[in-house]
């Protein structure tokens, strides 16, 4: 499967990354479950992805956080950023660190999905 | 309860806290059934009507559900605003584009161009407005006309957006409470739009006026001071 259809899914709650993964993988998306920020990078490490699909808010190292480490390892890597709750800063900050957007939670799945074919073509 | 959210009383102190880790919790669950219903409708399809009758009470009970928590969660927790600069008129357009309404109800936009761009928190200033286009849709039953305008103030340096309807009004003796928390006269209404849109508003020195007669509808006008040079 191509890299761009390739995506890693990180959220510290395990049923959001579940049931996020049974969806994506029943529309044709290959995806890759990390529960944590320091874990997705271990991940990025191993294996390449077109999407990173991230929680804003994680123990140890945020969704912000841990897409400025994966961009230094890939570069080209995309992310869409989720949150049940995020201050506007951090936000602004995940926007400034590059990722496309940031979606709240829980998905308008429709949305989303839209969103991703447009990153991940 | 005092007339104003606890975000700008300081009780937001006390009650932020609970509020904030309870609403990220629940945001979570429900997100769970989220992602589940859409799973289950992605393989189930419409084949089966019980089924879909089934899909679309949980995927309308789960999104009456976030919209309380999201109220709750605006209501209580101080949020500064990530202001940048802003065209109202563009997200008059982008907020209107997300409105549900029915088939009855005609939107008509005014849209005053050139208008100066206001600093504000797109978010905040798009859920305030968004707080004003449902109570219009929902003030509409029977159908009806949801107009949009902005302009310039006489001052010409505050810019304003109105959203007016053309509903029944707001009875007389209900005029005085439309700010007050919890306040509602709708069956499903949890009475915190109205307070959260003047609560986002005032956060950007600027106002929110209803003003409503029985039988000609109701205009509600949001007021900002254009960004500072």
């Given at each position: 499967?191509?890299?761009?259809?390739?995506?890693?899914?990180?959220?510290?709650?395990?049923?959001?990354?579940?049931?996020?993964?049974?969806?994506?993988?029943?529309v044709?998306?290959?995806?890759?479950?990390?529960?944590?920020?320091?874990?997705?990078?271990?991940?990025?490490?191993?294996?390449?992805?077109?999407?990173?699909?991230?929680?804003?808010?994680?123990?140890?190292?945020?969704?912000?956080?841990?897409?400025?480490?994966?961009?230094?390892?890939?570069?080209?890597?995309?992310?869409?950023?989720?949150?049940?709750?995020?201050?506007?800063?951090?936000?602004?900050?995940?926007l400034?660190?590059?990722?496309?957007?940031?979606?709240?939670?829980?998905?308008?799945?429709?949305?989303?999905?839209?969103?991703?074919?447009?990153?991940?073509? | 309860?005092?007339?104003?959210?606890?975000?700008?009383?300081?009780?937001?102190?006390?009650?932020?806290?609970?509020?904030?880790?309870?609403?990220?919790?629940?945001?979570?669950k429900?997100?769970?059934?989220?992602?589940?219903?859409?799973?289950?409708?992605?393989?189930?399809?419409?084949?089966?009507?019980?089924?879909?009758?089934?899909?679309n009470?949980?995927?309308?009970?789960?999104?009456?559900?976030?919209?309380?928590?999201?109220?709750?969660?605006?209501?209580?927790?101080?949020?500064?605003?990530?202001?940048?600069?802003?065209?109202?008129?563009?997200?008059?357009g982008?907020?209107?584009?997300?409105?549900?309404?029915?088939?009855?109800?005609?939107?008509?936009?005014?849209?005053?161009?050139?208008?100066?761009?206001?600093?504000a928190?797109?978010?905040?200033?798009?859920?305030?407005?968004?707080?004003?286009?449902v109570?219009?849709?929902?003030?509409?039953?029977?159908?009806?006309?949801?107009?949009?305008?902005?302009?310039?103030?006489?001052?010409?340096?505050?810019?304003?957006i109105?959203v007016?309807?053309?509903?029944?009004?707001?009875?007389?003796?209900?005029?005085?409470?439309?700010?007050?928390?919890?306040?509602?006269?709708?069956?499903?209404?949890?009475?915190?739009?109205?307070?959260?849109?003047?609560?986002?508003?005032?956060r950007?020195?600027?106002?929110?006026?209803?003003?409503?007669?029985?039988?000609?509808?109701?205009?509600?006008t949001?007021?900002?001071?254009?960004?500072?040079?």
């Amino acid at each position: 499967m191509s890299v761009t259809r390739r995506i890693l899914i990180v959220d510290d709650d395990d049923a959001v990354c579940e049931t996020l993964s049974d969806v994506l993988e029943a529309v044709g998306y290959h995806t890759v479950i990390a529960g944590d920020g320091e874990e997705a990078v271990t991940c990025i490490q191993k294996e390449d992805f077109g999407l990173v699909l991230m929680d804003l808010r994680m123990p140890r190292m945020n969704g912000v956080q841990a897409y400025r480490e994966i961009k230094k390892r890939r570069p080209a890597v995309e992310a869409i950023m989720i949150t049940a709750y995020a201050t506007g800063d951090l936000v602004q900050e995940a926007l400034r660190a590059g990722a496309r957007e940031v979606l709240s939670k829980p998905l308008a799945m429709d949305r989303l999905l839209t969103l991703i074919a447009a990153v991940c073509p | 309860m005092s007339d104003k959210a606890p975000a700008e009383t300081g009780e937001e102190a006390a009650l932020g806290p609970l509020v904030r880790k309870v609403g990220h919790l629940v945001r979570n669950k429900l997100a769970v059934l989220v992602n589940s219903t859409y799973y289950l409708r992605l393989r189930l399809g419409d084949t089966d009507e019980k089924v879909t009758r089934h899909l679309n009470l949980m995927e309308r009970e789960v999104g009456v559900a976030s919209a309380v928590v999201a109220d709750l969660m605006d209501f209580v927790i101080v949020k500064e605003p990530a202001r940048r600069p802003l065209d109202v008129n563009q997200l008059a357009g982008d907020v209107l584009s997300e409105l549900a309404y029915p088939d009855a109800i005609k939107i008509v936009t005014a849209l005053k161009p050139g208008l100066p761009l206001i600093e504000a928190d797109p978010a905040q200033i798009a859920r305030a407005l968004e707080k004003l286009l449902v109570n219009a849709v929902e003030a509409m039953t029977a159908g009806g006309r949801l107009t949009v305008r902005t302009g310039l103030g006489d001052d010409g340096q505050m810019v304003w957006i109105a959203v007016s309807d053309t509903g029944p009004g707001i009875p007389v003796e209900d005029q005085a409470r439309l700010f007050d928390p919890l306040f509602t006269t709708k069956p499903q209404g949890f009475g915190l739009g109205l307070p959260i849109a003047r609560s986002f508003v005032e956060r950007h020195g600027g106002r929110l006026e209803v003003r409503s007669s029985p039988e000609k509808g109701t205009t509600c006008t949001v007021t900002l001071p254009p960004r500072s040079r």
